[in-house]
């Protein structure tokens, strides 16, 4: 693996031991990077990042500063068992509320954006990703139906649209997957409102070149019109 790919790769505990273990033989921050396959500024900001008060750098202690950085980096869920809205949600659950009642009741009594408003489909999710227990179980015996597999909206119908002659994504061949040689292009559209007008994307994968095509007004918003322009 080439250092310009494997530098997307997250640091694992054994490449921050590697680090601290060089470091100590007074290894620089390149000689580092080329022992792990790394860009050096990857190297760099790891070391600046999860070092300590005193400028030293131990494996232990970094692990533990990137796994508490990337906790706080991740909010926790709207209805998290610990929310004043789950105990609100549950609570109106128990007086045999549908999802849909507390959802509306809940959209009259605050203003859109409110942190105690939450869908009805963000309600059933949250219900069904219980663990398995006695609280799963009384709150899905609270629902109408209190099935134990909430059913596809759907009801097993593809909802989607069909392309014809569609070609899936994975059928592209591995060397444009890899990037490591140019020439292997991405388009895509970016449309306007009621799809009168859009613009065209095309990206160079190696390169991440952008080029932007503007369709003219008179024509529909397609991709065999952007392949025409």
Not at 155 to 175: V, Y
Not at 182 to 200: C, F, M, Q, T, Y
Request: proline content about 7%; some cysteine.
């Amino acid at each position: 693996m080439s250092a310009s790919r494997s530098s997307y790769r997250q640091l694992q505990p054994e490449d921050r031991l590697t680090i601290a273990s060089l470091l100590q033989q007074r290894y620089s921050v390149r000689s580092i990077a080329r022992v792990l396959g790394r860009c050096a500024s990857t190297i760099s900001r790891e070391i600046s990042r999860n070092r300590d008060c005193d400028q030293r750098y131990a494996s232990k202690p970094a692990q533990q500063r990137s796994e508490q950085r990337r906790h706080r980096a991740r909010p926790l869920p709207k209805l998290h068992p610990q929310s004043l809205l789950w105990q609100l949600v549950v609570h109106f659950l128990r007086l045999r509320w549908s999802p849909e009642q507390i959802a509306l009741t809940l959209s009259h009594l605050y203003p859109k954006g409110h942190e105690l408003r939450v869908s009805h489909e963000t309600i059933y999710n949250c219900i069904y990703a219980q663990p398995v227990g006695e609280l799963c179980k009384e709150l899905i015996a609270t629902l109408g139906q209190a099935k134990n597999k909430r059913l596809p909206r759907s009801k097993g119908k593809d909802r989607r649209g069909q392309i014809p002659d569609m070609l899936s994504i994975h059928m592209r061949p591995p060397e444009v997957e890899d990037r490591q040689f140019p020439g292997h292009w991405e388009g895509d559209l970016i449309k306007g409102a009621g799809n009168a007008s859009a613009v065209g994307t095309l990206v160079e994968r190696t390169s991440r070149l952008l080029i932007l095509v503007k369709l003219p007004a008179f024509q529909p918003a397609s991709a065999a019109n952007v392949i025409r322009c």
